[in-house]
């Protein structure tokens, strides 16, 4: 491609030099003519000349050769995405040998959801498209909230990105990159259940902005400092999902980096969806080397061995944890507790990272505290680099606290291991095959009860959710700009193409007359707390 | 409700008389062949099956003003009023300013002044709830597709002025194939819905066959 444009462009100059000639050889046709020509051709030549452009012309072709770019790769994806859904949609009313009243009735539903889509794909959405009801997260470059849409009162979940810290850290492509996964979890068959559902993205001025799914269970991290531990029935169930969440997103090519039980959030059913793809990375993302340079600091301290001959009682060490936990999860620097060692590392590292984060997250199901934990950062980082001296150490220390039976230790360690040797290496199935998830339906997985079932009073119920005070914004209400036509700017560049529809969201969007409530169908009895919670858990404390 | 202005005799386009022959810096866009060759643009315009045709009309409206817009807006330093005293596109058609309403005769503006009327008019029509309405249970009016050839009609004009005039530069910032992918695309929607009169687009129209000869 860049050879033929190249080859393009010298053609043009050829054919330049070619006029010139014919140009030359004319004879004049008169004092008027000759005027006019001689003033095209200083004009022309000046034009030749100046070679210099100025930057906001620069940075202006730039944005609109990256927008041109991306709208004609979406366009004909979403052409394509069109005409697959079309087709799907026959094979699978022939599949049912409908009749044909019964296909002109699908046939006229898919059509109204595709009307409603291309209708959705010109209009702007903008923060003031919805209704914030409340803050039910914050992190270091913006916060979540739910909201209601304005347009067809549904809830959802908005993640708002404030685009000039982004920049300020060099965030752009932590952002990029969820915004990318989530849109590419979305096919033909819907959505991936195991991921949280984008429904739109857009951006303004100032803020890049996710709408989501609502998930109104709260997180993993929030249930272990509930209940501290959970039995190994419990602990089986949730790794089984967090396993079967993970392939689904490794078989979109993708690496999560990040699997932390704040990531896992629990759907109004009690099941997992797993949420925050900042640090993913796939086959089309740059790779990001940020956990490396973060706790490259570290590498060279050495002070830290006599720290660790310290016993720690379990009690102590677990008193610590939860004192910090919520710290961390809030923080700007994060822990590298659930992170595999060769992620740490610059070296080159796979899917298999995230088994890692997943042994993390099973040992501190079942132990209370994940195995590396400390009093510091640093400390933390060691132990995880030294897991072959550490290790065998911290897996002695828990069976003598725990009551850990011989395949759940074998699990974790064939977890926390070296990337190759490890777990899941070989494919899912070695996962799936292990003793330790003997009994375990995995094709039903999502239909199986959970081992906790949320208490929800109502669908804007957040008392799942940590309580968040609301900031009073320094930044003045600005007049709504929605409508007006704005200039990209190099500020821009990193956020073109950022905007996203999700087809399914079409269901119930934009005035449709049969509005549903955001939980769809609920089974009530176990949506309304109809089960004592804490019964099925009676084993987890010790 | 917004109301086209119709009237003949107030018309905005004017071919120049007295013309003889075109110069090389006029003449070389219509040289252009690159393209972004992403896909069948031929296909990409065709209405969808069973698919609400005003609908598609909108969405692929916005679309086009929107490129155009951005394409512009990558060479607004060299489209000046001294550059460009008047709308044109080459030497031989120029374009007086008239919407209807607060211009009602045609006037003669330098091209970025046009540029500015049009697109804001544009923008004024899409933002329109009642032209282009967002909730399915708003209808379009009856008289939309006369309101689509009109915007239309005048995007092209953008595109004649930047091929004529600032050609060169678009080569010079990179953008040849993107230009050219957009109207291509353009003007192969134009074609399958019968948007723009044939007469209005003669000024591209040995940019056209260049552009069309090959399947995509």
Known sequence: MNVERKLESLSLQQQQQEEQQDESE?????????????????????????????????????????????????????????????????????????????????????????????????????????????????????????????????????????????????????VRSERDILADSNNIHGSNPWIVSLYYSFQDANFLYLIMEYVPGGDMMTQLIKYDTFTEDATRFYIAETVLALHSIHKLSYIHRDIKPDNLLIDQKGHIKVSDFGLCTGLQTNRVPTLA?????????????????????????????????????????????????????????????????????????????????????????????????????????????????????????????????????????????????KGVDWRRLRETRPPIIPQLSSPTDTSNFDHYEEEQQPEPMQPVQSKSRRKITSFDIPFIGYTYRNFDAMRDAFGSVNSRDAFGSINSREAFGSINNRDSLQGANM | ????????????????????????????????????????????????????????????????????????????????????????????YEYLWADGESVKKPIKVSAPEYVEFLMTWVQGILDDENIFPSRVDVQFPKNFQSIVKNIFKRLFRVYGHIYYSHFTKIVSLGEEAHLNTCFKHFYFFIVEFNLVDKKEMLPLQDLIDNLTKSST
């Open chain 1, 293 to 437: 340079e973060i706790y490259k600091k570290y590498e060279g301290d050495n002070n830290i061995r006599e720290e660790d001959q310290t016993p720690q009682s379990r009690s102590a060490r677990f008193d610590s944890w939860k004192r910090q936990r919520r710290v961390l999860a809030y923080s700007n620097v994060g822990t590298p507790d659930y992170t595999a060692p060769e992620v740490l590392m610059k070296d080159g590292y796979s899917a298999e990272c995230d088994w890692w984060s997943v042994g993390v997250i099973m040992f501190e199901m079942l132990v209370g505290y994940p195995p590396f934990c400390s009093e510091s950062i640093r400390e933390t980082y060691h132990k995880i680099m030294n897991w072959k001296q550490t290790l065998p150490k911290i897996m002695e220390e828990a069976k003598a606290e725990v009551n850990l039976s011989p395949e759940a230790q074998d699990l974790i360690e064939r977890f926390l291991t070296d990337p190759m040797t490890r777990i899941g290496f070989n494919g899912v199935e070695e996962i799936q095959s292990h003793p330790f998830f």
């Open chain 1, 26 to 174: 004319q004879p004049n046709q008169g004092v008027e003519d000759e005027e006019e020509e001689e003033y095209d051709e200083e004009e022309y030549e000046e034009e030749e000349e100046d070679i210099n452009f100025s930057k906001e012309t620069l940075e202006a072709a730039m944005a609109t050769k990256v927008s041109i770019e991306q709208y004609y790769t979406s366009l004909f994806k979403s052409l394509k995405e069109r005409d697959d859904r079309r087709c799907f949609l026959e094979k699978k009313m022939e599949e049912l040998n409908l009749r044909e009243e019964q296909k002109s009735v699908k046939r006229r539903e898919l059509d109204k959801k595709e009307t409603e889509y291309i209708k959705s794909r010109r209009i702007r959405l903008t923060g003031h498209s919805f209704e914030s009801i409340r803050i039910i997260g914050r992190g270091a470059f913006g916060e979540v909230r739910l909201v209601k849409m304005k347009k067809n009162n549904k809830f959802f979940a908005m993640k708002k990105l404030d685009k000039s810290k982004m920049i300020e850290k060099h965030q752009t492509i932590h």
């Open chain 2, 1 to 92: 409700m917004f109301k086209i202005f119709n009237s003949d005799k107030n018309k905005t386009f004017k071919p120049k008389k007295g013309f003889s022959k075109g110069t090389k810096r006029h003449d070389l866009h219509k040289h252009a062949k690159a393209t972004l060759g992403s896909g069948n643009l031929r296909l990409a315009v065709s209405l969808p099956e069973r698919e609400d045709l005003n609908e598609w009309l909108a969405v692929n409206t916005v679309d086009f003003f929107n490129q155009i817009n951005l394409l512009y807006g990558s060479i607004t330093e060299f489209c000046t009023p001294k550059t460009c005293e008047v709308m044109s596109a080459g030497p031989k």
